[in-house]
């Protein structure tokens, strides 16, 4: 398996591009740019149109995640500067991203990715399928790595459970204890 890391201005110029979104002061996503469009066309996202209108709240999954989410927003509109290491995975990449949280009016706030960093790797059907219901596996939102007696990369989680041998596993997001403190150290949580 070959692992090239690279800037993501080294593999295109566009996946350098910051991917933006804004929620106004009760939650709502108002608002998108034209890279979150391309990178919905390109990954299978919702487009805009898809979003627009609806609650941040619908598309964050976990109980984990969504409370560590709210309090980043909580501290985002108080003023706090936000920046915040996460991955944004394909098949065959890994994807670093950084985001940053800034605060507009009427607590209004953007939310800006920029990839930082892509790792090749060979495609895993794991990462593009989607699954039935039944017992789901443990996904940490912010690095990717799965819950299996230990938080590993996806490659070592198909391995140790046999994943592509067998009937396809929900998967369910969470979040690693080791990511849980890194966003908070941050952030000043």
């Keep these: 398996m070959s692992r090239i890391v690279q800037t993501a201005q080294a593999i295109a110029p566009t996946a350098a591009e910051t991917i933006a979104y804004r929620i106004d002061g009760d939650d709502v996503i108002v608002w998108v740019n034209d890279a979150w469009e ?5 990954n299978g996202w919702a487009r805009g149109d898809a979003v627009l209108g609806r609650s941040l709240w619908e598309s ?3 109980a984990e995640t969504s409370l560590l989410w709210r309090e980043l927003v909580t501290r985002a509109r108080r003023g706090v ?5 996460f991955r944004c995975d394909a098949p065959d990449a890994r994807r670093y991203l950084e985001l940053s949280l800034t605060p507009g009016g009427s607590g209004a706030l953007e939310f800006c990715s920029t990839t930082t960093a892509i790792e090749e790797r060979d495609p895993i059907a794991l990462m593009a399928a989607h699954y039935e219901p039944g017992e789901p596996l443990r996904c940490c939102s912010w690095c990717k790595r799965f819950d299996t ?3 590993v990369e996806v ?3 198909v391995a140790r459970l046999g994943l592509l041998e067998h009937e396809s596993r929900a998967v369910t997001h969470a979040m690693c204890a080791e990511c ?8 000043g949580l």
Excluded: H, L, Q
Aim: hydrophobic letters at 40%.
């Design 38 to 42: 391309r990178f919905a066309d390109t």
């Design 60 to 62: 964050i999954a976990g």
């Design 81 to 85: 500067a936000i920046n915040v290491p």
């Design 149 to 151: 007696d230990g938080w």
């Design 155 to 157: 490659e070592e989680a």
């Design 180 to 187: 849980e403190s890194r966003v908070r150290n941050s952030a």
